[in-house]
């Protein structure tokens, strides 16, 4: 028994070595770096809440009536860069952005807006250096789209993406999330999408490693001597 679990030990581990590798080495990453730093969360920007008054509320959505603004089945009132706007949504439709002060529609946002809110956004004297426009979901963003990716020059490489529709910022993203986000596929064996953790790859690879932990104990005795030391007392006794 310990000779077939030294052979399948030894040829599973060649086999899984790359693999248990990674494992090891972004289980270190991700252990090591503190998430918030990886969500760029470090660098959000203090925003003082601006409360939206009741009057003025109320005759901003009266401009919106007036303007047969879409029915809605929730309306949510904020502050966007100072000054007060409602988000109407209804269903799975897109949501639309209102400017309470005229009753205009802002969504879906223009580019220079949607800079200004990254900016906004981004602690320090970050100033963006182009804005691209997104309609599919990728590795990096999986957000509300479309959505402004604001790009910044720094040594971090930080983009932050803004949602064209409701004017918030819904992902940061920077060179060490981007690594986080490399590692975490070669972590659950999803090199295409980074985020299915049961793709059939990572269930075998797992059950492979289960197999080389098992007949590793298996082997335990033996290699610290265990077995030879009871084969001498079985022959001192036969003796």
Do not use: C
Not at 126 to 151: F, H, M, Q
Not at 172 to 178: E, I, K
Request: charged share 25%; proline share 5%.
């Amino acid at each position: 028994m310990t000779k077939l679990s030294a052979t399948i030990h030894k040829w599973l581990a060649l086999l899984m070595a790359v693999q248990i590798l990674f494992w090891f080495v972004s289980g270190l990453f991700f252990a090591a770096v503190p998430i918030e730093r990886v969500r760029s969360e470090h660098r959000k920007a203090a925003a003082a809440v601006a409360p939206v008054p009741l009057d003025v509320a109320a005759a901003g959505i009266a401009r919106i009536a007036e303007a047969e603004a879409a029915p809605a089945d929730k309306i949510e009132l904020r502050a966007l860069l100072g000054r007060p706007v409602a988000l109407a949504t209804r269903g799975e439709q897109r949501p639309v952005l209102y400017d309470l002060a005229n009753g205009r529609t802002l969504s879906p946002l223009p580019e220079a807006l949607a800079r200004e809110i990254a900016e906004r956004d981004l602690s320090g004297d970050g100033k963006a250096i182009g804005a691209r426009w997104i309609t599919r979901e990728s590795p990096e963003y999986r957000g509300a789209l479309p959505a402004w990716r604001v790009d910044f020059e720094d040594m971090a490489s930080r983009s932050l993406y803004v949602a064209a529709d409701s004017g918030v910022v819904t992902a940061r993203r920077s060179t060490l999330w981007r690594v986080y986000d490399f590692l975490w596929s070669l972590h659950i064996m999803d090199f295409k999408g980074h985020q299915d953790f049961n793709n059939p790859l990572l269930v075998i690879a797992t059950a492979l490693g289960l197999v080389i932990m098992v007949t590793g104990i298996i082997m335990f005795p033996a290699r610290l001597g265990y077995t030879a030391w009871r084969r001498r007392r079985r022959r001192a006794r036969a003796q």
